[in-house]
Every structure is written in C-alpha cells, then in structure tokens.
T-cell receptor, first 112, second 114 residues
C-alpha cells in the first residue's frame, strides 16, 4: 500500500518565479491538505481540497493556489516567489470521514 | 482560535529510560482531537498517538502513552524504554472536529543518548 508521495524532493527557484509542487495521496484517500513548514517551526496549514474544490484555507495570500484532480492527486502552485517562501512543503491525505492525516516526505523549496 | 504550546524546545533521555514531553493547548470547542506526531531527520511526519477529547481514557500505543488532562488542557506524551530510533522532533497537534485542519505546536527536539 503506497503512502503519500510528493515530487520533487528538492527545488531551487529565484525570486519572482513560479513553482508547482505535486502530491499523490495514500491509496483510498480523497482529501488532501497542504502545509508549509519553515525551518525550526511547526507546519502551518495552507489549504485543503476535497472533491476537486478548496474546502478550507489558512492565512496565506492568493499567491498560493492549488488544484485537485479526479484521481485525488493535488498540486500546490506559488506565484511571484519571495525569499520567505523557502520552506518544507508537506502534503497530507485522509479519507473524508477519517480523522487521521498521513503525511508525505515533503518538498524542500529554496528561493534565492 | 486554537493554540498549542510546547514549552520544552529540547529534551534528552538515556536509552531505555522514560521521558515525558509536555503540551498545553487552548480551544473553545468541545469536540476536538489531539495528536502527537514525530518528525525524524528524514522529514517524514509520522503519527505517534491520537486522543479523542470525549474519551476519558488515556491513549496508549506500545511504548507511547499520553496523560490527557481535559480540564487543565494538558496533553503530555510519555515514552517508555526509549530507543535510539525515538530521536526526532515531536509535535503536539490539535484539530477541532473531524473536518478541521491541524494546528501544530513549535515542537520538542528529543535526543536519545546510548
């Protein structure tokens, strides 16, 4: 049973560029959430997708957007990158009726 | 708004000994869930243990157990017979209801000495 997978593992971008991160949920899971984890901090909730719609959103600007596909996989897009966007981006999945989220290994984004 | 406070940035324990990690939280909801997640250097966030607020009995998972004090809004994690593989960052996490998102504390870095 494959767990949550994310790609790429690492990414380096420059300020002003755009980036897309990808997530495949654990088999059978239909709800995907994205978190940003700055160095030395706990993860912060960005948004959650269910049935291809954004259901909840944390305190992040509109530069952060996402998408969920019919196969439940998801993308996180960040436009106009800032130095402060450098972080580990974590994807988590669960069943819609479940109460435990399972995390992927994350994508390390560095903005220069 | 929910908040989670972990007052111990770092802890150390001798192999085979017992250690307790502290956590306090604040929420106005009556229906919520509490979790401890572990994040080793590999970065993979792993669920250690979970507790439903409506359950009075403390959760236990093998060497891991919690002391859930609902009135005091305290949720500590006890690790018994510590092993080298327990070394990691431990996060205390709260979620309101079954659909809410996760709110993380700042974490406690646990070192295990051989």
């Amino acid at each position: 049973d494959a767990g949550v997978t994310q790609s790429p593992t690492h990414l380096i971008k420059t300020r002003g560029q755009q980036v897309t991160l990808r997530c495949s949920p654990k088999s059978g899971h239909d709800t995907v959430s994205w978190y940003q984890q700055a160095l030395g901090q706990g993860p912060q909730f960005i948004f959650q997708y269910y049935e291809e719609e954004e259901r909840q959103r944390g305190n992040f600007p509109d530069r952060f957007s996402g998408h969920q596909f019919p196969n439940y996989s998801s993308e996180l897009n960040v436009n106009a990158l800032l130095l402060g966007d450098s972080a580990l981006y974590l994807c988590a999945s669960r069943w819609a009726s479940g109460d435990t989220q399972y995390f992927g290994p994350g994508t390390r984004l560095t903005v220069l | 708004a929910q908040t989670v406070t972990q007052s111990q940035p770092e802890m150390s324990v001798q192999e085979a000994e017992t250690v307790t990690l502290s956590c306090t939280y604040d929420t106005s909801e009556s229906d919520y869930y509490l979790f401890w997640y572990k994040q080793p250097p590999s970065r993979q966030m792993i669920l250690v243990i979970r507790q439903e607020a409506y359950k009075q009995q403390n959760a236990t998972e093998n060497r891991f157990s919690v002391n859930f004090q609902k009135a005091a809004k305290s949720f500590s994690l006890k690790i018994s017979d510590s092993q080298l593989g327990d070394a990691a960052m431990y996060f205390c996490v709260i979620r309101e209801g079954s659909q809410g998102n996760l709110i993380f504390g700042k974490g406690t870095k646990l070192s295990v000495k051989p």
